[in-house]
């Protein structure tokens, strides 16, 4: 295993599980070697090709430098259409001719088509919202756009590697209001064309329309692996799945 590792601290949330990772993993007799380096540094290190066989690790800034200097294209945002219909929820493509958005559109959940985190993901209610983006040119950006998941009691991040979840973790909300097993079970069965790392993000709702407040899980998104945030679980499983998933990606190229 041969990993890249962004040094520039906003990337100390994936570096450091996975320097955990590896000093385990060398205990077990795993081979692994680590070379760490900025975004500035990657930027102009004019013999960054003799990285080319390397995993980077780091922001989603970081891996796209690294994409471009080697010669990878990364694949567009996944949106998972599929899970979106399997609950019935509504969704649509945006482009520039669409904008400004009716206003009955509103509340909508606002990400992009596209063009990979050119701006995270919010719910807009009106469209003063965009104007928290300054730096966005909207007259030039497509959007995807779903409903707005309302009574959310908890959000949780399913970390999954070969079609199976092996870290479910809070992340916003009540920790002990937990997603049913079945439901993400259901969503894994459907979501058919996935790649083989990913996140899983849900929410656990209530649904306030029956006197019993019912409990119910919900899909929020899907996050590619090939930059993906640590926020719990096994290191050494989450250190394959980035490895894993960039290779997925180089060997598609």
Not at 139 to 162: A, H, K, M
Request: aromatic share 12%; charged share 25%.
């Amino acid at each position: 295993m041969k990993l890249l590792l962004q040094s520039d601290w906003q990337a100390d949330n994936m570096t450091d599980p996975v320097g955990q990772a590896i000093h385990q993993l060398r205990w077990k007799g795993v081979d692994s070697t680590l070379t760490a380096m900025t975004l500035e540094q990657l930027l102009t290190y004019t013999k960054l090709l003799k990285y080319k066989d390397y995993t980077p690790i780091g922001t989603v800034e970081f891996v796209k430098a690294f994409a471009e200097r080697v010669g990878v294209k990364l694949p567009n945002p996944i949106h998972a259409n599929e899970l979106l219909k399997l609950e019935g929820r509504k969704y649509a493509t945006v482009r520039k001719k669409d904008l400004p958005l009716p206003r009955k559109t509103y509340p909508v959940f606002v990400k992009p088509l596209k063009e990979l985190k050119k701006f995270t993901g919010f719910v807009a209610r009106s469209e003063k919202d965009f104007e928290l983006y300054p730096d966005v040119d909207w007259s030039n950006t497509s959007l995807f756009l779903t409903g707005v998941l309302e009574n959310i009691v908890s959000e949780w991040r399913c970390y999954v590697l070969n079609g199976k979840v092996f870290a479910c973790v809070n992340y916003s909300g009540d920790p002990t209001c937990f997603p049913r097993t079945v439901d993400i079970d259901k969503m894994l069965y459907n979501y058919t064309n996935a790649p083989i790392a990913y996140s899983l993000d849900i929410a656990v709702c209530i649904d306030k329309k029956y006197s019993d407040n019912c409990v119910y899980t919900s899909f929020i998104e899907i996050n590619d692996a090939f930059s993906l945030g640590y926020y719990g679980g096994d290191v050494e499983l989450y250190t394959k799945m980035l490895d894993l998933r960039w290779k997925q990606i180089v060997s598609q190229k």
